[in-house]
C-alpha cells in the first residue's frame, strides 16, 4: 500500500485536488470550524485504507511517546 493522497483521503467527497466551488466550500467550512472551535471535523475525510495506514504507522511509533491514552479520554505521562 502507498502513502498518496488517492490513497489516503475520500477524494469523491473532499475533491481537495480540483480547483472548484466544492473545494472552495470545503476550505471555507474548515476556516469556519477552526475559527470557531479551534478544531475542524471532516467525517470520512480518509478512507478505510487511510485510516488502517495512519493507524498503523501510529501503532509503531506508540512506544516512543512520552504518553499514552486512557480510554481516549485521559491523558497520562510515563
Given at each position: 500500500?502507498?502513502?498518496?493522497?488517492?490513497?489516503?483521503?475520500?477524494?469523491?467527497?473532499?475533491?481537495?485536488?480540483?480547483?472548484?466551488?466544492?473545494?472552495?466550500?470545503?476550505?471555507?467550512?474548515?476556516?469556519?470550524?477552526?475559527?470557531?472551535?479551534?478544531?475542524?471535523?471532516?467525517?470520512?475525510?480518509?478512507?478505510p485504507d487511510?485510516?488502517?495506514?495512519?493507524?498503523?504507522?501510529?501503532?509503531?511509533?506508540?512506544?516512543?511517546?512520552?504518553?499514552?491514552?486512557?480510554k481516549d479520554?485521559?491523558?497520562?505521562?510515563?
Amino acid at each position: 500500500m502507498t502513502n498518496e493522497a488517492e490513497v489516503l483521503i475520500n477524494l469523491e467527497d473532499y475533491p481537495i485536488h480540483q480547483a472548484g466551488a466544492k473545494r472552495d466550500q470545503i476550505i471555507e467550512t474548515v476556516r469556519t470550524q477552526l475559527a470557531k472551535d479551534g478544531c475542524a471535523v471532516l467525517k470520512s475525510f480518509l478512507t478505510p485504507d487511510g485510516v488502517r495506514l495512519l493507524r498503523d504507522e501510529a501503532d509503531s511509533v506508540a512506544p516512543f511517546c512520552p504518553f499514552i491514552l486512557w480510554k481516549d479520554k485521559c491523558l497520562f505521562y510515563r
